[in-house]
């Protein structure tokens, strides 16, 4: 039964506390192995008025977002083609590889890009995984190709890595050329 003890600086809400409880006890079943409810996380808060670094008194600080939400919150943005939301989940240097080693680094190419592909694509999302800074998710795609055919359940993953709360590389996998190779395009 492992048990992880870590000191804090006061001033984290819950969701934060909880999200760190669960990364440790993620982060310690990638070692030992131990069922979720057999690891044992305990957090003790310290006030602030009791820490100094340097001789200072120190704040900790801001607890990053939730990196899955910031993934959600982007693609809902995309799909939703309101770019400046999108774009405000970017961080400087932001990158993305689609199928076909196709990188780009702003949306308005990613959005260039795909017009002669597709009339519209929309995903259907089956579950995300994140690790730290970095979330997967999963799913199909469904829309219309050119023509005005409609396409669905064609597979996809996205790789998002983020830092600082923001995403600074995204990395898309799907099936569509595959469908497009069997005659999915008119």
């Not at 939400?69 to 970017?90: K, Y």
């Amino acid at each position: 039964m492992p048990i992880v003890t870590v000191q804090i600086l006061e001033g984290y809400d819950a969701a934060a506390k909880t999200r760190l409880g669960r990364a440790l006890t993620d982060a310690v079943r990638s070692v030992v192995p131990a069922a979720p409810e057999a690891v044992t996380v305990i957090l003790n808060e310290m006030p602030t008025a009791n820490y100094l670094r340097g001789g200072e008194h120190r704040a900790g600080a801001p607890a990053l977002p939730d990196a899955a939400h910031v993934v959600q919150t982007f693609l809902a943005a995309m799909e939703a083609r309101d770019l400046a939301s999108a774009r405000a989940l970017l961080a400087a240097g932001f990158t993305m590889t689609f199928p076909g080693d196709r990188r780009m680094t702003t949306l308005e190419e990613l959005v260039a890009w795909a017009k002669p592909r597709y009339r519209f694509v929309k995903k259907t999302y089956e579950r995300f995984d994140a690790m730290g800074s970095l979330v997967y998710c999963f799913g199909t795609l469904h829309g219309e190709w050119p023509d005005g055919t409609a396409f669905a359940g064609i597979r996809f993953i996205d790789r998002f890595e983020l830092a600082g709360g923001l995403i600074v590389r995204q990395d898309v996998w799907n099936d569509i050329a595959e469908v497009l190779a069997q005659g999915g395009a008119k």
